[in-house]
Nanobody
Framework: QVQLVESGGGLVQAGGSLRLSCAAS????????MGWFRQAPGKEREFVAA????????NYADAVKGRFTISRDNAKNTMYLQMNSLKPDDTAVYYC?????????????????WGQGTQVTVSS
C-alpha cells in the first residue's frame, strides 16, 4: 500500500518562501514519477510541477515557472517543492501524487496515488 504524507505548509507573507516535503512509503519510490498539484477554494485541482523517476526531467506550470523548484531524494523516499517569491494566488491545498510509472506526466488522472494535502496560505 502506498502512503504519501505532505508537510511544510503554513502561512507566509507575499514574497516569502516555503519548502514542501512529500514522504512516501514503500521500496519502489525511485521507480515512479511524482507530481505536485494544488486546489484553491472554489477552483479545480491544477498541476503545479512534476519530476520523472530519476529527477533528470522536470516540468512546471507557467504560473510557477521560475519561482518553484521540484526535486527528489530517492534514498530518502522524499520529494520536495521549494516555493519562492510566493504570491497570494499561490494560496491553496497542495497535494503530492505518485505516477503510474517513471514517466513525467502533467494530468491528475495519470496519478493513482495521492497524499492528504497541506495548506499553503500567502497573505498580501
Amino acid at each position: 500500500q502506498v502512503q504519501l504524507v505532505e508537510s511544510g505548509g503554513g502561512l507566509v507573507q507575499a514574497g516569502g518562501s516555503l519548502r514542501l516535503s512529500c514522504a512516501a512509503s514503500g521500496r519502489t519510490f525511485s521507480t515512479y514519477a511524482m507530481g505536485w498539484f494544488r486546489q484553491a477554494p472554489g477552483k479545480e485541482r491544477e498541476f503545479v510541477a512534476a519530476i520523472n523517476w530519476s529527477g533528470s526531467n522536470t516540468n512546471y506550470a507557467d504560473a510557477v515557472k521560475g519561482r518553484f523548484t521540484i526535486s527528489r531524494d530517492n534514498a530518502k523516499n522524499t520529494m520536495y517543492l521549494q516555493m519562492n517569491s510566493l504570491k497570494p494566488d499561490d494560496t491553496a491545498v497542495y497535494y503530492c501524487a505518485r505516477g503510474r510509472d517513471g514517466v513525467l506526466r502533467v494530468h491528475s488522472y495519470d496519478y493513482p496515488y495521492w497524499g492528504q494535502g497541506t495548506q499553503v496560505t500567502v497573505s498580501s
